[in-house]
């Protein structure tokens, strides 16, 4: 009994030898080298593979296309379950989520939309949505979806759901909209290139909205959170701008005819 366990034993360690000194495939040993230290040979390669990805994944996306372009958007949809490629993957979700939105299939879109690797892809497609309900007169369920939106495309979302509060008599609502939008956009990382500049540019946004509402006050906070000056010097005009045409409007309306 001990001789056939030791058999057994000496058996695995053969066939375990046998696989350590197998020679791994070029692939395997690119992998598990720095990229720093490959060889041309194994940089070319790599670039071959990476060539042939994409070209797969556009090929996959392609297929997509002519599937949405026939009016298969079922088809279309099981082309994307799952998605055979990492590359064209953002690109085939937001053309399914986009045909979605158009067929009127709003839970379907927002659930392709959530695959979207891109918070910026992913906020602009469910605002899509969010429009089309305001369109319905659905206010509430469009702030409620307005709430998963990240980035930068929040603030478009949130501007939008404040003019349809104002439009049905919501004025206090709609102002409290934008002020979460403005805390929002402050959040933005003002030390970061691209998002200090976001910023600026959101927050100038907001002040044209909030004008839009009269709320003068609103805009005059959200116009002093503003840094760059490009952006805060056209803020301060609008805000005197209007101002000065509600003080004349004003004037207008008492004197006498």
């Given amino acids: 009994m001990k001789k056939q366990e030791e058999e057994k034993e000496t058996s695995k360690s053969a066939e375990?030898?046998?696989?350590f000194d197998s020679k791994p495939d070029p692939a395997t040993v690119r992998l598990m080298t720095p990229r720093e230290q490959w060889t041309p040979a194994q940089q070319?390669?790599?670039k071959r593979a990476e060539e042939a990805a994409r070209a797969k994944g556009?090929?996959?996306?392609?297929?997509?296309?002519?599937l949405l372009q026939a009016g298969d958007l079922a088809g279309a949809v099981r082309a994307i379950n799952p998605f055979s490629s990492g590359h064209y993957h953002s690109e085939a979700m937001q053309a399914v989520a986009t045909a979605q939105v158009q067929a009127g299939e709003l839970l379907a879109a927002?659930?392709?939309a959530q695959r979207v690797r891109y918070a910026d892809t992913k906020g602009e497609l469910i605002g899509a949505v969010v429009r089309v309900l305001l369109q319905r007169g659905d206010v509430a369920e469009a702030?409620?979806?307005a709430a998963t939106v990240t980035g930068f495309r929040y603030v478009d979302v949130a501007k939008r759901i404040a003019e349809a509060q104002y439009q049905a008599g919501h004025g206090e609502a709609a102002r409290r909209t934008l002020q979460q939008a403005q805390e929002y956009a402050q959040g933005f990382d003002v030390g970061d290139m691209k998002n200090g500049y976001f910023r600026s540019y959101y927050l100038s946004d907001i002040v044209k909205a909030q004008l839009h509402l009269d709320d003068v006050a609103g805009a005059t906070y959200t116009a002093q959170l503003i840094d760059r000056p490009e952006h805060k010097s056209p803020a301060l005009r609008k805000i005197e701008e209007y101002t000065a045409n509600a003080a004349d409007t004003a004037r207008k309306a008492t004197d006498p005819a």
């Fill in 16 to 19: 375990n030898a046998n696989w």
């Fill in 44 to 46: 070319r390669a790599d």
């Fill in 58 to 66: 556009y090929g996959f996306y392609e297929q997509l296309l002519a």
């Fill in 110 to 112: 927002v659930a392709t």
């Fill in 143 to 145: 702030q409620w979806l």
